[in-house]
């Protein structure tokens, strides 16, 4: 059983910047993913960033030159460096780990973007 905490969200102006946190309950190691969804509201959740245990990371296209997916040093977290937010961003972000199979998430941080 992995458990996932988010955390590092909140209010900010566009072009602000927020750096996210999702923190496992015990050190995520072997063949697996880790990502961020989002989810605004009446929009369906999407996928916005990816990092596999290779290294190897994706970005959703809207997000490619202003988010940057990376793990941190204890192997038990990863992080998502936000910059250059847009109001179209504000969502509830989510983190999900997929381990042998299985689907991890965390239970959301809100990002608003607004002036």
């Known amino acids: 059983q992995v458990q996932l905490v988010e955390s590092g969200g909140g209010l900010v102006q566009p072009g602000g910047t927020l750096r996210l946190s999702c923190a496992a309950s015990?050190?995520?190691?072997?063949?697996?993913?880790m990502a961020w969804y989002r989810q605004a509201p009446a929009h369906e959740r999407e996928l916005v960033a990816q990092?596999?245990?290779?290294?190897?990371?994706t970005y959703a296209d809207s997000v490619k030159g202003r988010f940057t997916i990376s793990r941190g040093n204890a192997k038990n977290t990863v992080y998502l460096q936000m910059n250059n937010l847009k109001p179209e961003d504000t969502a509830v972000y989510y983190c999900?780990?997929?381990?042998?199979?299985?689907?991890?998430w965390g239970q959301g941080t809100q990002v608003t973007v607004s002036s």
């Open positions: 015990t050190a995520i190691i072997g063949i697996h993913t």
């Open positions: 990092t596999w245990n290779d290294g190897t990371t």
């Open positions: 999900r780990i997929t381990v042998v199979l299985t689907d991890y």
